[in-house]
């Protein structure tokens, strides 16, 4: 592929440098040449960029895509429910769902996703009830395959009944054995850790406070094992009941269970303070930043302009429908950064510049998920972009700052071209050799038919 004379190339590297009227070859995959007057091969696909801001492909930190089902409730009110309320209207629904809900929840969200700018995409799976079976990563891992999509498989877990003091219900939980043995069938399987990895498997139970302490301790294990990614939701509201149940702090928990450090990521973290945020930089344990969330149910807004100074390693995310009614992750880039705008003035120091958002989203990510090869626009790494047409009055005297324009002024509607690994998956409002409508057709029909069961 070569895209000729773009507009304004974003590379998110070292330097933050926007390069203008240059070409962007892609062979195989892989960046090769940006620069004046390349020459390409007959035979590649040709993008002319004169109109076009070019940026890194987004990379989502967490989900879960099965909630895609569930989402715009009329009995859901997030300014009125607790989190346990939330969970007691919400689980039976999940609890419900088989095989082929959490495929068509999963084609709606990496559709969104995509057109959202979004090239590789994390997601959370830990809906294992009677009903969904154990192949639904499977099903995930074709859905991903039919956009063309890069996809980190987290296979999720609970084992923790509710008569011991977790929160889900029985019907969703599994023993650690049978949890451990689907990890490790799926990490044989699927998982790829070559350079331009189009599918990752991670080792990800759902929360310390709905799970055994040796579900999570095996989990590391395994996952140390087999040099795969970790992931769990920490510091996202369980702080008192843990501390209660263990004496432990949310970090010292996991520390505990060796499920930390350069491998490992955790959702949310509205809850640390600024020696535990301190704490996660010096074990190199990585952030899921989800702005919605805090917006929706989060007590307290994320100190993400600390974990910022502190040099985590921070990604964005959309997070599940349960707290995210889209999929939207160019949307999140604005939210995390008004998010932080709110919290600046009770700061002593500067919030970080609009810019360093978008850098979350692409370099930050990609450090979260370990992925060396992506991020960035620069040669020898993934050919991953996402563009828009800049010839519109929406971003009419913006022009001047390209890699800050999504972060401050947004970007309206959908974009225009993404592109994943050299190949266009969405442009021009349509996905090239797919029917939307017929997605659409059949997403509707399951939804309908798990509502009325
Ligand atoms: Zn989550």
């Known amino acids: 592929m070569l895209v000729k004379n773009i507009h304004s190339l974003v590379t998110c590297d070292d330097h933050n440098r926007v390069l203008h009227d240059v070409d962007l070859l892609i062979e195989n995959g892989i960046i090769k040449a940006i620069g004046n007057n390349i020459i390409g091969h007959p035979e590649d696909t040709l993008i002319d960029g004169r109109q076009l801001l070019v940026y890194p492909g987004l990379i989502n930190t967490h989900h879960h ?15 009125q429910l607790s989190l346990l309320q939330w969970l007691q209207s919400i689980y039976p629904i999940f609890a419900k769902m088989d095989e082929e809900c959490i495929y068509q929840a999963t084609i709606i969200a990496l559709a969104e996703l995509i057109k959202s700018g979004c090239t590789t995409a994390f997601d959370h799976q830990y809906n294992y009830s009677k009903n969904a079976g154990s192949r639904v990563i499977d099903r995930q891992f074709e859905a991903a ?69 040796e579900t999570f ?43 930390f450090g350069p491998t490992c990521w955790y959702a949310h973290g509205w809850e640390f303070s600024e020696p535990e945020i301190e704490q996660l930089a010096s074990s190199n344990t990585g952030i899921s930043h989800c702005p919605a969330p805090v917006f929706l149910v989060g007590a307290e807004i994320t100190n993400v302009s600390y974990m910022q100074r502190q040099g985590l390693r921070l990604g964005l995310g959309v997070d599940g429908a349960a707290s995210n009614d889209n999929s939207n992750l160019a949307e999140c880039l604005r939210s995390a950064y008004l998010l932080q705008c709110l919290k600046a003035k009770e700061l002593s120091y500067p919030i970080a510049e609009a810019r360093e958002y978008l850098t979350m989203a692409t370099r ?16 020898g790494l993934c050919g991953d972009f996402f563009a828009i047409n800049c010839d519109r009055l929406e971003y009419a005297a913006t022009l001047h700052d390209p890699m800050a324009l999504p972060v401050k002024v947004g970007i309206n509607g959908p974009v225009d071209l993404t592109v994943i690994n050299g190949r266009i998956v969405w442009q021009n409002g349509e996905f090239p050799y797919l029917d939307e409508a017929q997605l659409v057709a059949r997403a509707t029909e399951v939804a309908n038919a798990l509502m009325a069961r």
């Open 145 to 213: 395959q039919l956009f063309g999509i890069r996809l980190h498989a987290g296979r999720g877990t609970n084992t923790l009944p509710m008569h011991e003091g977790s929160t889900i219900p029985d019907l969703m939980c599994e023993t650690t054995d049978q949890f451990i043995d689907d990890c490790e069938r799926l990490i044989g399987r699927y998982h790829d850790p070559r350079w331009g990895s189009m599918r990752q498997v991670v080792v990800a139970p759902c929360q310390p406070i709905n799970c055994y302490p």
């Open 65 to 79: 895509f099965f909630q895609s089902l569930v989402r715009n409730r009329v009995d859901l009110d997030w300014s």
């Open 217 to 259: 301790r095996e989990a590391a294990a395994l996952a140390r094992a087999h040099d795969v990614s970790m992931h769990t939701h920490l510091g996202e509201g369980e702080k008192a009941a843990l501390q209660a149940r263990s004496g432990l702090s949310s970090i010292d928990w996991c520390i505990k269970q060796d499920f």
């Open 364 to 379: 930050g990510s990609a450090a979260c998920l370990n992925r060396p090869d992506l991020g960035q626009l620069k040669e």
